[in-house]
């Protein structure tokens, strides 16, 4: 096993570090420990060990969209539309499965 024996610091928002350090305690793994193995995990990934994108959006309730808000989103679409801000229809749905893990 290698020895320990470089410092990392880092300043992070307290109320991260005390929710992550609660839950790494009901684990019963120390902080450094965790810090350890996110290294460890960023050589072997040769990245970050997580996916880091934006969120997609979440799709829109239409149901419960009042008249004029339902107005406002067909005019989104049809500008899009216009704009050629368009996809193929099997596209549109590989994309809604990927997004929504359907």
């Keep these: ?9 880092a300043r992070i928002e307290p109320d991260v570090k005390e929710q992550a350090e609660s839950i790494l305690s009901a684990l019963g793994i ?3 420990n965790a ?3 996110f290294y460890k995990q ?3 990934q040769r990245g970050l060990p997580f996916e880091v994108k934006i969120p997609s959006p979440k799709p829109v309730n239409m149901s419960a ?3 004029e808000q339902m107005n406002t989103e ?11 801000r368009t996809k193929p229809v099997n596209k549109a749905f590989a994309d809604i499965r990927k ?3 359907l």
């Excluded at 096993?1 to 610091?9: D, E, F, I, T």
């Excluded at 067909?74 to 050629?84: F, P």
């Design 35 to 37: 810090i350890n193995m």
């Design 74 to 84: 067909l005019e989104k679409g049809y500008a899009d539309m216009k704009a050629g």
């Design 42 to 44: 960023i050589i072997l």
């Design 65 to 67: 969209l009042t008249v």
């Design 30 to 32: 120390p902080a450094s």
């Design 99 to 101: 997004d929504y893990n």
């Design 1 to 9: 096993m290698a020895v320990k024996s470089a410092n990392l610091y």
